[in-house]
């Protein structure tokens, strides 16, 4: 059982996959929001860089039905995400959709984030402007106005594995 500090993390993340707002997370959902990493990057879906994001996509949804669609009704529940929250699988595979999604977020490819395209990424999936400057102070270890790719990999690798609630990837996806 996972605790409640990821708990929260998890249902906010939950919010953010289902895209279309059903209470539940479908394969749809996740290619929307492959889409939408690859519409704020400026990459075309169809692009090299735009078909890592949304094969990664696709693993995850593959991770999820595997191993949260407990009634295997091609649909992920906000219980079952959060009540299999502590699957390794999708785990795994959610911080590999994270790393390809690094690439397309870094529009001017210099190998960092700058807060533009951090909040334009954010934007798109959902996260209040508040909460994407929050998140990328938070993710920004070294304060120099960029996100690292391995300090965005660390945010994450918090993000669904860290039980501290002060851990500063707990804001990779806004406030949760």
């Avoid at 959709?97 to 397309?104: D, H, N, P, S, Y």
Wanted: charged fraction near 30%; aromatic fraction near 8%; proline fraction near 1%.
């Amino acid at each position: 059982m996972a605790t409640q500090v990821l708990e929260q993390k998890l249902a906010r993340h939950f919010e953010l996959l289902d895209i279309d707002g059903d209470g539940y997370i479908e394969r749809s959902d996740i290619t929307t929001f492959a889409e939408r990493i690859c519409q704020a990057g400026g990459v075309a879906a169809s692009s090299p860089e735009g078909q890592k994001v949304v094969q990664q996509g696709e693993r995850l949804w593959q991770a999820l039905q595997q191993s949260m669609d407990l009634d295997s009704d091609e649909q992920v529940s906000r219980s079952e995400f959060v009540e299999a929250a502590d699957v390794e699988r999708v785990m795994r595979q959610a911080i590999q959709l994270g790393v390809a999604a690094f690439e397309v977020m870094d529009g001017d490819r210099d190998g960092r984030i700058s807060r533009d395209e951090w909040t334009r990424t954010d934007e798109q999936l959902g996260v209040a402007l508040a909460d994407s400057r929050k998140g990328f102070g938070q993710l920004d270890q070294d304060n120099d106005g960029y996100v690292t790719k391995a300090e965005f990999t660390e945010g994450l690798e918090e993000f669904y594995r860290s039980a501290d609630a002060s851990a500063p990837g707990n804001w990779a996806f806004g406030k949760f």
